[in-house]
């Protein structure tokens, strides 16, 4: 078979004709991109060693997309140190309202399949909806690449999952991830590159397969490729599996596989959907990197379109990026939301970290289409939160509970 696909990316990139598991290579980066939590550690980093200069000033950004509403005097005075350190450098800068880093990333064509991409940002990892190998990482390598144009790797091992049968027609993409997890656990692709192959990953449509490529960090692994398919980019190349009985090769039959849910506190604590039906839900939280594009509100408009948002249940939705919300204006998605009773935020990472509104309160139960809920994760660790696919939150947000699978009609 041909080389892991992560190998032949990043010994291109090397100047190596070949590389292999294990090895410690230094290697060219194509972009790197920095969002507003983060970039004042950096520039302190600038500071702290002289820097002054980036190795290309077109091919790194700012994003402002983690506080786009300051709550506090503390984090507004870090968005304005990010500011000055952005424009002193004079990179591209994505103000805040402009969307999710990952998101417009994607938008922007600066995943291109074959190249390496360092973002300040676990879900970095969402590039590899095209092929490419995009990176989260910590302060200091997102530094040094910005000086260098370089980066340091230990090339991973890769782990191919070959998906066939069609799930119900009520799951989504992130489902079969989900169900991926609560099956393997994490174990089988820690620091691993994934390669999902198969026809059910080939017909995905560009907005799932980023939904899928964003939660490989969940799964453990250093990133993720989907394969050639309908609508994605130029220059994507076909995924080869190795031979039967291969142990880096798993087998999933995913027929009829039902919506899952994520329930407290980790996404691997997936089980299907039917089995936390009936639970009441105070909070549900539509948008994020993992499912905020226009497939995703599309789909929360289609059932809100059906009911109103119950007493008591509070409802946000929020566009992953300015492009989003304009289309989703243009299509009256946004208007029947909001007819409905959801509160729409401007473009950004919203209420999933924690560190703006809306924070949940005390013995809230949440059920959100974000990647994460971990204890405390959207500011309150006396909430709860379970993760599931917008379709299953927005006819929670119709019923004020978990709606079993045979309630989920668009």
């Known amino acids: 078979m041909n080389s892991p696909f992560v190998e032949e990316v990043i010994a291109k990139h090397a100047d190596r004709d070949s590389i292999h598991e294990g090895e410690l290579v230094t290697a060219r980066v194509d972009r790197v991109y920095l969002q507003d939590g983060n970039s004042p550690t950096i520039s302190k980093l600038f500071k ?26 503390h984090i507004a005075a870090r968005l304005r140190e990010a500011e000055e350190f952005a424009e002193s450098l004079g990179v591209q800068v994505f103000r805040a309202g402009e969307g999710i880093s990952h998101v417009v990333a994607l938008e922007q064509g600066w995943y291109e399949p074959g190249t390496i991409v360092i973002g300040s940002d676990s879900h970095t990892c969402t590039g590899g909806a095209t092929q490419c190998l995009a990176l989260g990482m910590g302060a200091s390598d997102c530094a040094a690449a910005m000086v260098t144009g370089e980066t340091w790797l230990k090339v991973p091992g890769t782990v191919w999952l070959d998906i066939k049968g069609r799930p119900a027609a009520s799951a989504r993409a992130r489902d079969v991830v989900m169900h991926v997890l609560a099956e393997l656990g994490q174990y089988p692709f820690m620091y691993k590159s994934i390669e999902w192959v198969g026809p059910w990953a080939e017909d995905l449509s560009l907005d799932s397969c980023a939904s899928v490529a964003n939660l490989g960090v969940e799964m453990g692994a250093k990133c993720s490729f989907l394969p050639q398919g309908k609508d994605r980019p130029n220059g994507m190349v076909s995924l080869h599996k190795p031979e039967d009985g291969d142990p880096r090769l798993h087998r999933f039959n995913i027929e009829g596989l039902p919506p899952m ?18 639970l009441k839900i105070n909070y549900v939280f539509i948008g994020t990197c993992t499912n905020g594009r226009l497939e995703d509100i599309a789909e929360a408009a289609s059932v809100l379109a059906q009911g109103k948002v119950r007493q008591k249940v509070h409802c946000l939705v929020t566009p992953g990026s300015q492009k989003v919300y304009l289309e989703a204006l243009e299509k009256g998605y946004i208007a029947t939301l909001m007819r ?3 509160i729409i935020s401007p473009p950004g990472c919203s209420a999933c970290l924690g560190t703006q ?9 949440v059920l959100s289409t974000m990647n994460r809920n971990f204890l405390g994760r959207m500011g309150n660790p006396e909430a709860e939160i379970f993760l599931a696919s917008p379709l299953v939150a927005a006819h929670t947000a119709i019923k004020g509970e978990i709606p ?7």
């Not at 000033?57 to 300051?70: A, M, N, P, T, Y």
Request: charged letters at 20%.
């Open 48 to 73: 702290k060693h002289g820097f002054s200069d980036v190795f290309d000033q077109e091919h790194v950004g700012v994003f402002f997309d983690h506080s786009v509403l300051s709550p506090d005097k």
């Open 261 to 278: 849910i994520s329930k407290p506190n980790s996404p691997g604590n997936s089980v299907p959907l039917d089995e936390c039906a009936g």
């Open 340 to 342: 409905a009773g959801a």
């Open 357 to 365: 509104g809306s924070i949940p309160a005390s013995g809230d139960r």
């Open 404 to 410: 079993n699978s045979t309630e989920l009609v668009s």
